[in-house]
Structure formats: structure tokens, C-alpha cells
């Protein structure tokens, strides 16, 4: 169950991550000594950031270094509503939550994954959820335009730190048809945090995308899929429902990971086109590195030749945002014909998760993550010693 992290959120993008693991000394969740390269962090709003156009946000947006805080009318939100009482998770350090034995009574995604019937985890059979985490990043473009000239959607979970820094891409890809999604604030396991801090993260996220876009987003994706009860019950009092996955393409771990081979992304995505006549998923990639974008753009003709490949939102009928529908919002795929749309509808508890949401980071930083779970073997011991030598 071991989930190895080694995560520190937003350095300067423009720094790349060459300046990687080495950097990475403490979770920025859990110490006030983060170092924290080139003070990126947006403490005081208005960050355009480097690279982008200037965009300027009314809100003054948290520091993306510390656990934010939310608005006291945020919290007014819980009120009357049922919050599971379960508890708050001791952290394993940097490694996620830590499971008191074997029990998993709120079914704690990290520990089992255990999911619940309002889990999004896969979309029907003969469709494919394409989804891409963390950015938006300076690799994000890239993958933009491969999107555009094939005229596919895709859902992205933004981190809202990098919306506050790259406000013009989270922009463009909603402009593009894209389904803008949130992926919280600092990228913490959510079940080591308080109530008050599960909605800042929500919501703060929520509101930078806001800014951009004037829609709020309704699907969330836990960083690294930890989810429990307790985080459930309170995203879905703000109104938020969340998605997990059932294919990893551990795509991450091409930058971070010695000795992981591209290839097996690849592979991966071409016995995953195999199943098309049976199955349907939602896979997990990540527009955070340069490899990482490179790898979406060779895997998803495979996933097109095979699938309807399409948004979580439109596999799943359900609404991308609480205003309704988004101008642009035309799902659409290049490929196969969504033949078995009708069939089979995202059976809970069938996750097939097969890694964590494991990664990363705003590029200059580096996440050490993995999951003993994806039986990686040797990996797993590389990545486990890395992630200590960087702590
Ligand atoms: C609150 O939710 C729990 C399950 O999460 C349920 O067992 C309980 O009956 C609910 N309480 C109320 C008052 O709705
Ligand atoms: C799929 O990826 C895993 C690592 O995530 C790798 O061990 C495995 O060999 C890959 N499968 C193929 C067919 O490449
Ligand atoms: C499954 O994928 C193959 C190509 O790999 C394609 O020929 C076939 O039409 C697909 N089946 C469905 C039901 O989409
Ligand atoms: C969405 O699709 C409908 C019908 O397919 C079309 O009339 C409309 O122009 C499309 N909207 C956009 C923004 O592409
Ligand atoms: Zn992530």
C-alpha cells in the first residue's frame, strides 16, 4: 500500500525541470521551510506569470506553498449538509495517508481502491475518458495543438496554482472545447487534510478557473486518487463530483523514474485498444513534462482507432459545469464508432486502477511517487530510495 511522494508544488515553471528532484526537500504541505525556488509562489494575486499575456485575476489568490484557507462563506456552504466523521488521516510523512491496520472503513481510494456508485472511475463500454493532469505548463501547448488538428476533446484536471500562473492556456483550452476540470490547489493526498482545508482547496481552484473561463467546474480528481468518505461527502456539499480512473499510463514516471522505458506507455495504450469490444476506461496522463506530452500525442491515434475517445463529461452524461454547458463544448472524436454507447455504465467498485495518480509537479519541481500496488518491482526500490534521498 506503500505510496511514495515526494511532491513540492509550483516553482517557476520557466525553470524546467531540469532543476528537478534535487530541489524537491520538503512536501509543501507539511513545513513551513519549503524551499521554494524563485519565490513563484503567488501570495498576492495578480500573477500573470512569466509566459503569459497578462491576464489579471480580481481575487487575490493563496500562496500555493502553504494549505489555503478558505472563505468563511465557503464553509457556510456545509451547512446542514452530512460530513462523513471520519478521521483525519496522519500523513506517512510525504507518502500519503497512513492506514491504521487493515480496515478501510471509508473507503479510502489509496488504501484499497475502494470507490463508491458516485465515483466517476470508467466510462461505458466502447468509450474512452482521455484525461491529462497538472497544468497547464509550458509543455501544455503542444498537446493543445495536436488536440486541436485532430479535432479531439479532452478532459484536463488543473492544479489552481498553474491556472494563476498560466492563465492564458487554462483559457485556451477552454476555448478550444476542452472540459476544464480541478485538480485542488496544492495537490495534497485530501484525506490528510482538515475539512476547512478540503474546501479552500476546492475552492480556490474552482475560482481561478472561474476567473478564466466563467464556468465553474463540477469534476475534481484527488491527487493520487485519495479519496475517503469523509472527502466525498464534503466535495459533494460544494457540489463537486469525483473522477478517478481505471488505466495508468504511469506516464509521469518517464521523467522521474530511472529506468522506466516510454515504450510501455505505448504498450500500455495498445493492449488497452485490444479490449475495445468489451471495455471501455478513463485513462490518467499528465501534461507536465515535455516526455509526458509526447507520449499523449503517440498513444492517442491507438486509443482513437479503437475508441470513441471523448470527455468525461460526455461519456457519462453528466454536466461539466455548474453552468450549464460551455459554449465550445462539442465532445467529438476522430475515430470508431461509439457502437456500444448504450451499453454498461460505470460499475463501482470495478476499478482496474491500476497506479496512482502519481506524479508531480509544476514542472521545476520533481514528485517522486509510486505505488507498490502497480507491482513495479525494481522501480518501486529506485523510486522509494530517490524519494528518501530528495526528502
Ligand atoms: C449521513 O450519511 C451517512 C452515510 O455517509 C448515512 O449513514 C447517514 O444516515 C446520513 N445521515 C443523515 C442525517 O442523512
Ligand atoms: C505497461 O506499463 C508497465 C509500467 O507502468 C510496464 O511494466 C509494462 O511492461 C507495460 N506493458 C507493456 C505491454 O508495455
Ligand atoms: C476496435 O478496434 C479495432 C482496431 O484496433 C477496430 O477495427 C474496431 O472497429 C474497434 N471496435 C469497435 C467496437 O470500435
Ligand atoms: C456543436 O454542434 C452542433 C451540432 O452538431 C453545431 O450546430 C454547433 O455549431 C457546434 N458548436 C460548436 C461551438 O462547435
Ligand atoms: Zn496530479
Request: net charge negative; glycine share 8%.
Amino acid at each position: 500500500m506503500t505510496v511514495l511522494t515526494k511532491f513540492l508544488l509550483f516553482g517557476t515553471l520557466a525553470l524546467s525541470a531540469t532543476v528537478n528532484a534535487q530541489d524537491a526537500t520538503a512536501s509543501a504541505t507539511d513545513s513551513g521551510a519549503v524551499s521554494e525556488p524563485s519565490a513563484a509562489a503567488p501570495s498576492s494575486a495578480p500573477t500573470t506569470g512569466g509566459s503569459t499575456s497578462g491576464f489579471q485575476f480580481k481575487e487575490t489568490y493563496p500562496a500555493d506553498s502553504a494549505k489555503p484557507t478558505p472563505k468563511a462563506e465557503w464553509m457556510a456552504l456545509l451547512d446542514g449538509k452530512n460530513i462523513t466523521n471520519a478521521p483525519v488521516l496522519k500523513a506517512n510523512g510525504d507518502n500519503g495517508p497512513q492506514q491504521q491496520g487493515d480496515a478501510d472503513p471509508y473507503c479510502d481510494w489509496t488504501f484499497t481502491t475502494c470507490t463508491r456508485p458516485t465515483d466517476i472511475i470508467t466510462c461505458p463500454k466502447g468509450q474512452w475518458g482521455i484525461t491529462y493532469d497538472d497544468g497547464p505548463t509550458e509543455f501544455s501547448p503542444k498537446l493543445y495543438d495536436f488536440l486541436k488538428q485532430t479535432n479531439q476533446k479532452a478532459t484536463f484536471f488543473m492544479i489552481g496554482g498553474q491556472v494563476v500562473k498560466f492563465p492564458d492556456l487554462a483559457k485556451r483550452a477552454f476555448d478550444e472545447g476542452h472540459e476544464l476540470a480541478m485538480h485542488t490547489w496544492t495537490h495534497s493526498y485530501m484525506t490528510t487534510l482538515s475539512t476547512e482545508q478540503i474546501v479552500a482547496e476546492l475552492k480556490w481552484n474552482e475560482l481561478a478557473i472561474k476567473e478564466v473561463t466563467g464556468y465553474s467546474p463540477r469534476f475534481f480528481r484527488p491527487p493520487y486518487g485519495d479519496i475517503d468518505d469523509r472527502v466525498r461527502s464534503i466535495a459533494n456539499a460544494l457540489g463537486f463530483t469525483p473522477v478517478i480512473w481505471n488505466h495508468d499510463t504511469d506516464d509521469w514516471m518517464v521523467a522521474e523514474t530511472p529506468g522506466f522505458q516510454e515504450s510501455w506507455i505505448d504498450g500500455n495504450a495498445t493492449e488497452w485498444a485490444g479490449l475495445n469490444a468489451t471495455e471501455g476506461g478513463i485513462s490518467l496522463e499528465h501534461d507536465l513534462y515535455q516526455k509526458t506530452v509526447d507520449a499523449a500525442i503517440r498513444i492517442l491515434p491507438t486509443l482513437q482507432e479503437a475508441y470513441k475517445v471523448t470527455t468525461v463529461g460526455q461519456c457519462t452524461g453528466q454536466q461539466s459545469y455548474k453552468e450549464g454547458v460551455a459554449p465550445n463544448s462539442n465532445a467529438s472524436s476522430s475515430a470508431a464508432s461509439p457502437s456500444a454507447s448504450s451499453s454498461g455504465n460505470t460499475p463501482e467498485g470495478s476499478t482496474q486502477a491500476n497506479g496512482q495518480d502519481s506524479h508531480e509537479e509544476g514542472a521545476a519541481m520533481s514528485i517522486q511517487s509510486l505505488d507498490s500496488r502497480a507491482t513495479m518491482g525494481l522501480l518501486t526500490l529506485i523510486g522509494a530510495v530517490s524519494s528518501y534521498l530528495f526528502m
